[in-house]
């Protein structure tokens, strides 16, 4: 590992490490309202679907419609073990999470094997019609509520816990994507025939990349289900999978800080804008269109926000200092 490297790692780290401490602190000393920490923690929850969906749409460059749909099943899934009171506390809300993830998992699998042979409109209508169908499902059964929903979740809302899965989550994907795994995805994305001839098994690739969107989507849905302790098919219905195709698109696809950032603003925007119920959904309507217009790549288009620029500048400007 070279030294550039070395301490980009340490300075995310402490970044990080401040960033956790300084907002679990205000929420402590009452500064930051429930309210707020309320939409701290849905901001951590989109910030998971955004980037996970971004693995597909911007990384694979497949378009899907479907996202709220594995999440709607790590949900349920999460859900229905946390009920059983098998593991009670963060234990069980941790094997919660990590088993509506497995599931989604396997349902991507399902989905991704035949719906992948399909590209462009016709894999986006593949996924849309795979989310309505599981929001059906979920209401015909009498196991996961029905119509009426699913009650009676524990609730767990603690930011501070909540604020460090996001943070893995995001490593764990953002380190997937810069390794072998994930240039074989880019390369796909960037041309499939050229990939397939120079001995990269697109197939296998195009289902992986789909799995693990499909894995945290399903973690994401365990969180959104702890935290409100009530679940209904109708919560992950088409709107939900376009606000997450929204945030991807916004950001820039293929940037995970870009998926982060627009994540953060349209969870904050709608609420920031809740006074002027009349006219909020026109304002958020607006401010995507002007976005699009002015900025069709998107906030960051295909670029990271890297912290090892400024440390590479800083370690130079050393060096030149020393030798002076």
Not at 100 to 111: L, R
Not at 146 to 164: C, S, V
Request: aromatic share 12%; glycine share 12%; charged share 15%.
């Amino acid at each position: 590992m070279d030294r550039t490297k070395k301490w980009s790692y340490i300075l995310t780290l402490v970044l990080v490490v401040i960033g956790y401490f300084f907002l679990t602190t205000l929420i402590s000393n009452g500064v930051i309202s429930r309210y707020q920490s309320t939409v701290m923690i849905f901001i951590c929850i989109n910030i998971i679907l955004a980037v996970s969906l971004n693995i597909t749409v911007g990384c694979l460059g497949q378009i899907t419609i479907g996202h709220a749909g594995f999440m709607s099943i790590g949900a349920y899934a999460a859900a229905l073990f946390a009920k059983t009171g098998l593991l009670d506390g963060l234990p069980g809300y941790l094997v919660a999470l990590i088993l509506g993830g497995i599931v989604a998992g396997i349902v991507g699998i399902i989905i991704g094997i035949p719906a992948l042979r399909l590209n462009g409109d016709y894999l986006a209508i593949i996924t849309l019609a795979f989310g309505e169908i599981i929001r059906v499902l979920i209401e015909y059964f009498n196991f996961t509520g029905g119509a009426q929903g699913l009650r009676g979740i524990p609730r767990f809302n603690e930011f501070g816990i909540i604020y460090i899965i996001m943070v893995i989550c995001v490593m764990m994907m953002f380190s997937l994507m810069t390794s072998r795994h994930g240039r074989a995805i880019l390369a796909i994305r960037d041309d499939e025939i050229a990939s397939g001839a120079s001995g990269i098994n697109t197939t296998y690739y195009k289902t992986f990349a789909f799995t693990v969107s499909a894995i945290f989507a399903g973690i994401a849905g365990g969180i959104y289900a702890h935290n409100l302790g009530i679940l209904g098919a109708r919560q992950f219905d088409f709107n939900y999978s376009i606000n997450i195709l929204v945030m991807v698109v916004l950001g820039g696809m293929g940037s995970f800080t870009g998926s982060i950032l627009s994540a953060i603003v349209l969870t904050i925007l709608p609420e920031a804008l809740r006074e002027f119920s009349d006219y909020r959904m026109i304002v958020y309507s607006l401010l995507l269109i002007l976005t699009m217009i002015f900025r069709p790549t998107g906030l960051l288009g295909r670029k990271e926000f890297r912290i090892s620029k400024f440390v590479e500048r800083f370690i130079t400007r050393r060096g030149t200092t020393n030798e002076k």
